[in-house]
């Protein structure tokens, strides 16, 4: 069910895209630790106990208990860590505005571009002739400028001000579950920027396996109930995940 919503439109905004999202590490057994956490508020044990004694069936349901009724702080014991490449800084500076996310990014100040520059066209520029020659000729001028200023002696965190929102980058980003589920509810949305949102729906597809009950409904909105767009809804709604026992 999930495949079939992350699939294919991750995989229609990113054709011809050079974006390459891993799952580098997550906490182990996600749901086990969480569950670990949330119960530990009325055991008589510890978390540590806790963590090996409790059967699955207790387990799902203390996941369920939190979920439903939005007690959702326990999803922050459990967190992923995703290396990004072949995104552009337009991208990364819409990631950055998601505060309880930790990030660390290639730098423009140390990172010199000496050799071919690589930029990220929209498919929508890259589809039109006329637009993909001004999109061509303008990220080349700007980076035959950004060189002239390195050759003259300026250093590249002054050069780097020529660069465009276009320029390639790197971006390693960790997140709790509960920040990576507001994320995705966010990007994943149809009114979402095409490249961010298919970069969330790729993170939603690593990310769903390692724990699949508290990801069953994860993504926009409209996955769950009405869409929260109110005036501005795409008017295109996913199709509704499946219930939880
Ligand atoms: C479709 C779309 C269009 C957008 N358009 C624009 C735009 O035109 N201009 C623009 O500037 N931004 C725009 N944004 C970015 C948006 O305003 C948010 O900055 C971004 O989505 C991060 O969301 P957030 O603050 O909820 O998330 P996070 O920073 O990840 O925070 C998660 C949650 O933690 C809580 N929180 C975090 N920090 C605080 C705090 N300081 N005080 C209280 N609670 C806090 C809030 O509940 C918040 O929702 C857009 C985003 C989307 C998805």
Redesign the pocket.
């Known amino acids: 069910m999930l495949a079939s919503f992350v699939f294919g439109a991750a995989d229609a905004a990113l054709e011809g895209h050079s974006m390459d999202v891993v799952l580098l590490y997550h906490t182990p057994d996600p749901e086990r630790a969480v569950a670990a956490a949330a119960r530990l508020c009325y055991a008589p044990v510890g978390a540590a106990e806790l963590l090996e004694s409790m059967s699955d069936e207790a387990v799902a349901k203390v996941l369920k208990i939190i979920i439903t009724s939005g007690h959702l702080s326990a999803l922050e014991h459990a967190s992923y860590t995703f290396a990004i490449d072949g995104v552009s800084r337009a991208l990364t500076h ?1 990631l950055v ?5 930790s990030y660390n990014q290639q730098s423009q100040r140390y990172v010199r571009y000496d050799g071919e520059p690589a930029f990220i066209e929209p498919p929508v520029v890259a589809a039109d002739a006329a637009a993909h020659e001004i999109f061509v000729s303008a990220t080349e001028a700007a980076f035959a400028a950004y060189k002239q200023l390195l050759d003259a002696g300026i250093p590249a965190e002054d050069a780097r001000y020529l660069l465009p929102n276009a320029m390639e980058t790197k971006i390693v980003v960790s997140m709790n579950i509960r ?1 990576l589920l ?2 995705l509810e ?2 994943c ?1 149809k ?2 920027q095409w490249e961010i949102r298919a970069l969330a729906l790729r993170m939603l597809e690593l990310v769903e396996p390692t724990a699949p009950y508290i990801f069953l409904d994860a993504g926009a909105s409209c996955r769950r109930g009405p869409c929260r767009e109110g005036k501005m809804t795409c008017g295109d709604p996913y199709p509704k995940a499946p219930k939880r026992d």
Do not use: N, P, V
């Not at 505005?97 to 996310?101: G, K, N, P, V």
């Open positions: 819409q505005r998601h505060r309880l996310a920040e507001h994320f966010l990007r949305c009114r979402a």
